[in-house]
Structure formats: structure tokens, C-alpha cells
């Protein structure tokens, strides 16, 4: 290739601005010159809409709002499940009509849980329109709100009891039920029946009335002696059912023995059918003393067997008029179907049972014989008594 050739390729080639033209040479520092970046884009109009702001302002809004619900939401249910702060077991009392805020505050006042916000908001989404049951709580140590809720949930709140035993009177019901401190109101101003009150031991929440306790025991004897009394002997001398409840008291209060009560019963019977005189000492005790009952230290004297009461038995013929006492399920049996058997006595053995006796000359044999005993006992007694008393030496 020639000359011109060389100089022509040299001089003719792309220049700066990427056009086919000749070639201009740079000197040093132009060669060393950055050169000029293109510009961005300029943003779109829609880009920069105000709506587009907003919507990506409350996008983050709602994501920030997400995560921290979804923390609370974590921290609530570890707080609501895990041990509280109860070292050793605790009682806790709701109050009838108490909401849950109440309930809640109670708990954090007492130390049973951390925070009752948690306990409040968290137990109202378990319950779902159910309540918190008024009564008496044991709280276990160490116990979550979560069981705390289950508990009182489920209303298993501290039971309490009362025991009335056979052979009350209804003064005495009264006064066992005015004495008993987890009872609450007055009882009824007028006294029930004597007999119509079920001896029974009876549950019952803090708080209970003492008033629903009378009414439990009305409604359970009247249900328990109509259900034996459907089932008597038909062959009974007893023509309605408060007879019924009269001769079962006497015979609740003249032994305390189960399986005594059937003969005792039978001796009774069998002196009604003879139109014999029951008399029965309890009856002369309850004509002097009525429902308050004889002292501990009141010996039932000669004379009282002459008081003229309604219910001396040894003066009236049949049964006194009222029950003496609140029979028992296994008295009123022994009544509705006695044993049968020919006696007409029975008297105290000095054992804690009877002697039984069809005739007046074996009965009296065996008064003679429990009297005989009584004076050794008291004779045994009194020289224990005396020897157990110090003396004092003459100086």
C-alpha cells in the first residue's frame, strides 16, 4: 500500500462524538480529562404522584403495626403461660357479680400474677362469652394465668362443711348453723318443724346463705321420709306420716346403736298395738326442756317422770304430739319396718346398749341389775377421785 494510502487510514476514522470524520489529535491534558456521564432518566410524573407517597407511607405503616401487634401478641401468650409468681398456695375470693378487670386487678394486688393487663386481655379471648365464676379459689404455687383462668373457669372453688348429726333438735341445727364463721345471713326468724331438718354434713362456698342451707335440709327430709314412708309395713299402727316422724325421733334418741334401732322400734310398736304407754325418758326430757335440750349435767330426777307435759310418755297414751328430735335415715327404716319380735321392755345394760324383755319381771330383774352396775361405777369413781386428790402432810 502506498503512502497515501497510510495517511488517508490515519486521517479519516471515527472522532470524539462517535461520527464517521476526521480524527482530531488531544493533547496531554485533554487525553487525561474525565469525560462526561450521561444523565439519568428523569423520573416519570407517576413516579412522583402524591398517592404513590401515601400509599407506600401507610404500606410501611401497616407493616410496622404487623410486626409490633405480632411482638405483643408473642410477649402476652409467654407472660400468660409460663409459672407465675406465687411461691406457696394461695386463696383467692370472687366476688359474686366481679368483672374481669376486677378479678384481674385482685390478682396482681395479691401477687399472683405479674400484670393484669396481660391476664385481662388474653383470658377474654379464651373465654368467649363465658365467665369467671364467683367463689373461693385455692391458687396452686407458681400457678400460670393460664391455669389461673381454667380454675376459676371452671368454678371448683374451696368447699366447706357443716355436720349436723342425728338427734338434733332444730334450736340446736340452728345454733351449730348461727355458729359456723364461713356462713353468711340470718336464718330464718320462724324455726321449722321439729323433724322436718335432714341430719346430714352439708358443702357449702364461702359466702353461701345460711338461710339455702335450711332450705337444702327442709327439702331433703321431706324427699327422704316420703321415699321410706312409701315403703312401710302396711301393718304399721300408724296412721299418717307425722306419726311416722315422731316414733322415728323417739327412737333415734333412745339408742345410737344401727343395729339396736330395729327391736327398740318393735318394742314400741308392740306396746301401740297393745295400747300400752311407750314410756320413753327422751320424751319426759324434751316436755321439760323443749328444743334447747337437757344440760350435760342434768340427771333425769324422780320427779320428772310426774311433770304433766304434753309429752311425758309415761303419763299420756300414744305418741306426744311432735317429733322430739330430727330422725336419722336409719331411724325412720327401723320404724317403716321394725324387727318382730314379742318385747315390751328394754333398759340401759351400762355397756352402751339395751337389754331387751318380754315380760315386767324381766325387765325389773334387769333394772335391778343396770342399777346394781351404775352405783359400782359411781362407787369405782368417786374412790378414784379420792385417791387421785393430794393430801397434805401434818408439820
Known amino acids: 500500500m502506498s503512502d497515501s494510502s497510510e495517511n488517508s487510514a490515519v486521517q479519516f476514522g471515527r472522532n470524539e462524538t462517535g461520527s464517521n470524520g476526521p480524527i482530531i489529535?488531544?493533547?496531554a491534558n485533554e487525553a487525561l480529562r474525565p469525560e462526561k456521564v450521561p444523565q439519568p432518566p428523569k423520573r416519570s410524573r407517576k413516579a412522583r404522584s402524591q398517592v404513590v407517597i401515601f400509599l407506600n407511607f401507610m404500606m410501611s405503616i401497616v407493616v410496622f403495626v404487623a410486626l409490633a401487634a405480632a411482638g405483643a401478641v408473642y410477649y402476652a401468650m409467654s407472660e400468660y403461660e409460663k409459672p407465675g409468681p406465687l411461691e406457696a398456695n394461695k386463696n383467692f375470693i370472687v366476688r359474686s357479680g366481679a368483672?374481669?378487670?376486677?378479678i384481674a386487678n385482685g390478682l396482681e394486688r395479691n401477687d399472683i400474677i405479674t400484670d393484669a393487663r396481660v391476664f385481662r386481655f388474653v383470658s377474654e379471648a379464651y373465654l368467649d362469652n363465658e365467665t369467671l365464676k364467683a367463689g373461693e379459689?385455692?391458687?396452686?404455687?407458681?400457678?400460670?394465668?393460664?391455669?389461673?383462668?381454667?380454675?376459676?373457669?371452671?368454678?371448683?372453688?374451696?368447699?366447706?362443711?357443716?355436720?349436723?348429726?342425728e338427734g338434733l333438735t332444730v334450736k340446736q341445727m340452728f345454733r351449730k348453723l348461727a355458729d359456723d364463721p364461713v356462713l353468711v345471713g340470718d336464718?330464718?326468724?320462724?324455726?321449722?318443724?321439729?323433724?322436718?331438718l335432714k341430719p346430714d354434713t352439708y358443702k357449702f362456698t364461702r359466702g353461701t346463705q345460711r338461710s339455702e342451707i335450711v332450705q337444702q335440709m327442709i327439702a331433703a327430709q321431706k324427699a327422704l321420709v316420703e321415699q321410706i314412708w312409701d315403703k312401710r309395713d302396711p301393718d304399721l299402727p300408724i296412721s299418717t306420716i307425722e306419726e311416722f316422724v315422731t316414733l322415728a325421733s323417739i327412737v333415734e334418741k333412745e339408742t345410737g346403736r344401727a343395729d339396736e334401732r330395729p327391736r327398740v322400734a318393735s318394742v314400741f310398736i308392740n306396746r301401740l298395738e297393745k295400747g300400752m304407754r311407750l314410756q320413753s325418758d327422751p320424751t319426759i326430757i324434751?316436755?321439760?326442756?323443749?328444743?334447747?335440750?337437757?344440760?350435760?349435767?342434768?340427771?333425769?330426777?324422780?320427779?320428772?317422770?310426774?311433770?304433766?307435759?304434753?309429752y311425758n310418755t309415761y303419763i299420756i297414751k300414744g305418741l306426744p304430739p311432735t317429733p322430739i328430735a330430727n330422725p336419722g335415715r336409719a331411724a325412720l327404716e327401723a320404724v317403716a319396718n321394725p324387727s318382730r319380735t314379742p318385747e315390751l321392755y328394754?333398759?340401759?345394760d351400762g355397756s352402751g346398749g339395751h337389754?331387751?324383755?318380754?315380760?315386767?319381771?324381766?325387765?325389773?330383774?334387769?333394772v335391778r341389775r343396770w342399777r346394781k352396775l351404775e352405783a359400782e361405777k359411781a362407787a369405782e369413781a368417786a374412790k378414784a377421785a379420792a385417791e387421785a386428790t393430794p393430801t397434805v402432810e401434818a408439820q
Open 25 to 27: 489529535p488531544k493533547s
Open 99 to 102: 368483672g374481669i378487670t376486677e
Open 137 to 165: 379459689y385455692e391458687i396452686k404455687a407458681h400457678a400460670s394465668m393460664q391455669e389461673i383462668m381454667q380454675l376459676l373457669k371452671s368454678g371448683k372453688s374451696i368447699l366447706y362443711a357443716v355436720s349436723l348429726p
Open 187 to 196: 336464718l330464718p326468724p320462724e324455726l321449722p318443724s321439729e323433724g322436718s
Open 286 to 310: 324434751y316436755g321439760i326442756f323443749g328444743g334447747e335440750g337437757k344440760p350435760a349435767d342434768r340427771a333425769i330426777l324422780k320427779a320428772d317422770l310426774d311433770k304433766d307435759t304434753p
Open 346 to 348: 328394754f333398759v340401759a
Open 355 to 366: 337389754v331387751f324383755a318380754e315380760t315386767l319381771d324381766e325387765h325389773n330383774a334387769n
